[in-house]
Structures are given as C-alpha cells and as structure tokens.
C-alpha cells in the first residue's frame, strides 16, 4: 500500500505537501489502542490539517469529520492528516512525540525537508521508501500536469477525466478552484489528498487549458 | 459487480468522468449510462462518490473473480491475508516497531500498473517469475503471494489470469550487494511490459542522516525523487538493530 508516494511536480509545489501518517502495526497490541487513536487525532486536528482520513470512516470531504476523529476499530487503526507547510507538520510531530503514544508515525514529503523538521525537534528518520518514478510504457500517461494532481491519491481513486471536467467547470464560472479541489478530493477515500495544493494546480490548469 | 440500473437512468452523465478507469459510458443508442465490464476494476469509486440523482448505481458483489479484482482495486476493502485495507502491507510503515527491514537490506515496493494503467494477474506473474530469477525474499504477507498457485512460476489460478485490477504491490527485500541485481531485472520488465510500474526502494537511514542506497541508485544512474516516506521513528517498543 504505497497510498502516499510518488508524488510528482516541481519541487517548490512538492515542499508545500506533507502527509502525517499513523499506525497501529498488527503485529503489537496496544493497551487502549482507540484513546491513543483519538488522541492521535486531537493532535492532527490541533494544526489545520487540509485533509484528513480515517481508513476506518474516510475522509473528511466525503464523510462527517466527527465520525472520523472519533470512529476507531479495536485493533489495526491507521489515520492521516495532511499538511500545507512544514512549519505546521514539525508542531504536529513535537506534539505526538510528547504524547508518546507508540503508535508508528510516516511523514511523506520532500524527505530532506522532513529531515530538516527531524533534526530541529530532536528526532532521527528510521527508515525511508525513497522513489525512483514510473517504469515501461509511461506513452500511455496522462499529461503530467494532470498526474500532479492525480497523483496525490496513490490509489488512484481520483480520475484524469474528473480533473479536466473540473477545469472545465472553473473556466464557465461554475466552480470555483477551492471547490474544484474539493470535488477532487471525495474519491480519495483514505484522506491523503492535498486539496490546497490542488487548487494551485487546478489554477495552472485552467489557464493552460 | 458494480451496473447502472437501465430503468433508473436518465443519460445525465454524471457519473461518467468519476471512473478512473473511463469504464463509464453513455449509449448512443439508449442514451443511458452503462458500465464497460471488461474494464471496471470494482474500485468503488462511482458507488461510493457520484451523487447519481436517480441513484442507479448499483454495486453487488457477484463471483470470486469480481471479487478479487476489489481487493486490488478498492482501497477501503481489508484483504483476508493482511487484515489492512490497501493492496500491500504494513511494510515500512512499521518498520519502528516490526523490523522488517534491517540495516545491509534493502527492500523493494513495486506497484505494477499503477498510476492509472491497471494490470492482469497473468503480467504480475511474469514479474514475479523474472525476479525469481534473483534471488529475492517475497513479503509472505503480501495479498499477492496468497493467491498465487505456484510462487517459483508466478503462476495464478486460471480463472485470475486475464482478470484486470488497478495494481499490485509486489514487496520482497535483498541484501544491499544484490541492488544493481535487481534494478536490472526492473529494467528488462521496463522495456517488455504492456504497462507502467512505480518503484519504491527501502532503506534504514543511518544515524547521521544518511541513505546507503542513495549513492548505489545513483551509481547506476537512476533518478531519485526528492519525494519521499521517512519513518520517523516514534513507535514503541522501537526496534534499533
């Protein structure tokens, strides 16, 4: 399940995305594991996440965002909460870290400005799933200024069709970007999607389109 | 098997560009919306997501080969050998606190067909056979070994072959010395698969920051993204080794 990686687009766009992961591995039983799962979420919640998903609930565009920071599975929960700039994702990393919770954390982004967070708040990374892109018939992609965005749903949940007919609705006064994103967001069911990082995107589109 | 219910639909088409498979379309003959069979995946998207004003969307689960083609297409269904949903594993996720990978191994996440192209069993068996051939350890918890008849030949049961799913995720792990051995196995299915593939490399970070197999990937000149999954570490009991 590589639901967070490769992500694709210039670097500058790529800084302004960061995914906070948390995890209960199915190996461990952990005492309580729903308090520190609502726990988890108060934290995530605490620092305007731009998404946020519960692979129990959904996210929280297309479901109640009560039932997400509250509905946990006795065992196994993972949740997210994505982020718009470092500065938030190094607070949301200091707070889980004086929760002490032992629940397993993955932050994807551009990994050296993970690093730089790391070091600034005492932490060290433990181990990385670095990318090397797409192999074979890359022909039969969509254009990349359309992956960008498709991409930010590693399930590929959110089509390119989808993204050209929100284009489309932008550019007849319809839809407005921001809400462009969000229909874009819905049918990324685990909450990953950068709705904030879509609207620049989908504003590059339709001025190229 | 998710359908458009005839008597239901009014030809809006809605619901049309939602499908990231483009699985969706409008009759010309009827003017209704119907669902291309061969090429639905059953992700769920249009059942979960179109606000259909009519509400013909209709998903049911119908035979084993449907089914399966959800377990690797729709990301909210839990797969019977993992427990999680998704198509992998825990894999690096909780590598804190499971130590899958350890330092001197290297691990590898190759999600065939994806992003959007989609796959058959028959090509993920090929994938498998061709990285037999060196030597990997598989993941035993991956979804895709479950199914498969025989692992050395990457064979699935008949019925899966042609069957499509939106992608796989084959996890297996080598030591750091069989890294240029794998990575030109990776560029042979590069140049004779029908499809794309995304490649994930796993690594522990030393404790100056620093990531072996960065200068190994670079060495034999592959491109690695600044993108990237870091486990920062925090879960407990942590597993240093």
Known sequence: ?209 | MVFIDQSRCIGCGICIPYCPRNAIKLSPETKKAYIVVPECVECGTCVRVVQCPRDAIVGVVEGYAREVRGHFSDPITPHPSTGIPGRGTEEMKTNDVTGRFKRGEVGFAIDIGRPLVGVTFAEVGRFIKVLNEVGVVWEKANPILYLLKDLKEGKFPDELMNEKIHSAVLEFKVPMSRVKDVIEKLKYLAETTDTVFSVGVISRVEPDFTIPVVNILKELGLEVSPWAKTNVGLGRPLVEG
């Open chain 1, 1 to 209: 399940m590589t639901h967070t990686h490769h992500r694709v687009g210039p670097i500058e766009s790529l800084k302004k995305d960061f995914v906070v992961l948390v995890m209960a591995s199915r190996h461990i039983k952990y005492e309580d594991e729903v308090g520190r799962f609502r726990k988890t979420m108060e934290i995530l919640r605490k620092y305007n996440p731009v998404n946020l998903g519960n692979m129990v609930v959904g996210n929280k565009y297309w479901r109640d965002e009560e039932d997400i920071v509250s509905r946990f599975r006795e065992h196994g929960n993972i949740v997210h909460g994505v982020y718009a700039s470092a500065e938030q994702v190094k607070e949301v990393l200091k707070e889980l870290k004086d929760a002490n919770l032992g629940l397993s954390v993955v932050v994807t982004g551009v990994y050296e400005e993970v690093f730089k967070i790391l070091k600034e708040i005492g932490l060290r990374p433990h181990t990385i799933n670095l990318s090397l892109g797409v192999w074979g018939r890359t022909e039969k992609l969509p254009p990349k200024e359309v992956l960008e965005i498709t991409t930010m749903c590693g399930h590929c949940m959110v089509s390119p069709s989808l993204v050209m007919k929100m284009v489309s609705e932008i550019k007849k006064g319809r839809l407005s970007p921001a809400s462009a994103a969000i229909e874009l967001a819905r049918p990324c069911v685990c909450g990953v999607f950068n709705v904030k990082r879509a609207e620049e995107l989908l504003r590059k589109l339709v001025s190229k389109y």
